[in-house]
């Protein structure tokens, strides 16, 4: 049996910046950061697409690649695509984004391409969703990589349940999920029901904490009151034991967002997030 292998979403490395900031920007350099997740353990590294762009812009497409690789860098993985199911200026703001994700993914050898529900809730359609992810699940799969939505509780794609549902409708053998077991555990999806979805349809996962009590809204208590494995009241035994029997490999995705953890330096946050995760799945 082989060990398990460990990725660091793009905010576990990501310092003093969070999704609820106007410019949510690293203020770290990609060295330091793909250096910490290498010396934490991490063979796989998330990153935010706008990240990307700056790191390009200091390293160069081939000299971001050479870090990765140089680091030990095997799965890299690409987010956040949003608006990819709209029209007018937000479908093309939109587009421009896709257009350079899909350009890095295959530039960097990426592996995942990591995309978002619609978090105001609109009123959708499933066919014109499932057209929509079928076509980009082609793109993603003609540059190397796998799509995955990551379905979160303030959505129109609520649960593990309603994205696999517009999954499967597209289709697409590239297409999947990304759980986040912060998000199974408060949409309230029993751990034991994610054994049933299949293992095909998983492209990711991401481990994490937190207290069972909701501080805020939920998007207020995801992003500053996250856990590390083992620090909270998750299930995380149950989860992991359910994902392995769907037939979940890896690696793990670790992702910790809170203000404790953005306020460490790099290489202590790295490593703390691995160690926990590393106690949970071994």
Same mark, same amino acid.
């Given at each position: 049996?082989?060990?398990?292998?460990?990725?660091?979403?793009?905010?576990?490395?990501? &310092?003093?910046?969070?999704?609820?900031?106007? /410019? %949510?920007?690293?203020? +770290?350099?990609?060295?330091?950061?793909?250096? @910490?997740?290498?010396?934490?353990? =991490?063979?796989?590294? &998330? +990153?935010?697409?706008?990240? !990307?762009?700056?790191?390009?812009?200091?390293?160069?497409?081939?000299?971001?690649?050479?870090? =990765?690789?140089? *680091? &030990?860098?095997?799965?890299?993985?690409?987010?956040?695509?949003?608006?990819?199911?709209?029209?007018?200026?937000?479908?093309?703001?939109?587009?421009?984004?896709?257009?350079?994700?899909?350009? #890095?993914?295959?530039?960097?050898? #990426?592996?995942?391409?990591?995309?978002g529900p619609d978090v105001t809730d609109q009123p959708w359609e499933l066919?014109?969703?499932?057209?929509? =992810?079928?076509?980009?699940?082609? %793109?993603?799969?003609?540059?190397?990589?796998?799509? $995955?939505?990551?379905?979160?509780?303030?959505?129109?794609?609520?649960?593990?349940? /309603? $994205? !696999?549902?517009?999954?499967?409708?597209?289709?697409?053998?590239?297409?999947?999920?990304?759980?986040?077991?912060?998000?199974?555990?408060?949409?309230?999806?029993?751990?034991?029901? !994610? #054994?049933?979805?299949?293992?095909?349809?998983?492209?990711?996962?991401?481990? *994490?904490?937190?207290? &069972?009590?909701?501080?805020g809204t939920l998007f207020e208590d995801t992003v500053h009151r996250r856990?590390?494995?083992?620090? $909270?009241? =998750?299930? !995380?035994? $149950?989860?992991?034991?359910?994902?392995?029997t769907a037939g979940f490999r890896g690696p793990w995705g670790v992702e910790?967002?809170?203000?404790?953890?953005?306020?460490?330096?790099?290489?202590?946050?790295? @490593?703390?997030?691995?160690?926990?995760? @590393?106690?949970?799945?071994?």
């Open positions: 049996m082989t060990a398990d292998r460990f990725l660091a979403t793009c905010w576990t490395t990501a &310092g003093d910046t969070a999704p609820d900031e106007e /410019d %949510q920007r690293s203020p +770290l350099s990609l060295r330091d950061r793909v250096e @910490a997740a290498r010396d934490a353990g =991490f063979t796989g590294f &998330g +990153l935010l697409y706008a990240d !990307l762009v700056e790191a390009e812009r200091a390293y160069g497409t081939t000299g971001v690649r050479s870090l =990765f690789e140089d *680091n &030990g860098i095997d799965h890299v993985e690409l987010e956040l695509l949003t608006d990819w199911w709209t029209e007018g200026p937000r479908r093309a703001a939109s587009d421009a984004v896709r257009t350079g994700m899909l350009r #890095a993914i295959e530039a960097l050898g #990426a592996r995942t391409l990591k995309i066919d014109v969703w499932a057209q929509e =992810f079928a076509v980009l699940a082609a %793109q993603a799969d003609g540059v190397g990589a796998r799509l $995955g939505v990551e379905p979160l509780p303030w959505s129109n794609l609520r649960t593990v349940h /309603d $994205g !696999l549902r517009l999954v499967e409708a597209a289709g697409h053998p590239a297409g999947g999920l990304i759980i986040d077991v912060w998000h199974v555990e408060r949409a309230h999806t029993p751990p034991a029901e !994610l #054994a049933d979805v299949p293992g095909s349809r998983i492209v990711g996962v991401e481990l *994490n904490d937190a207290h &069972g009590d909701v501080v856990l590390l494995c083992g620090e $909270g009241s =998750f299930d !995380l035994p $149950g989860i992991v034991a359910a994902l392995r910790i967002l809170s203000d404790t953890h953005r306020a460490l330096p790099v290489r202590e946050a790295a @490593a703390a997030a691995c160690r926990s995760a @590393a106690a949970l799945v071994n």
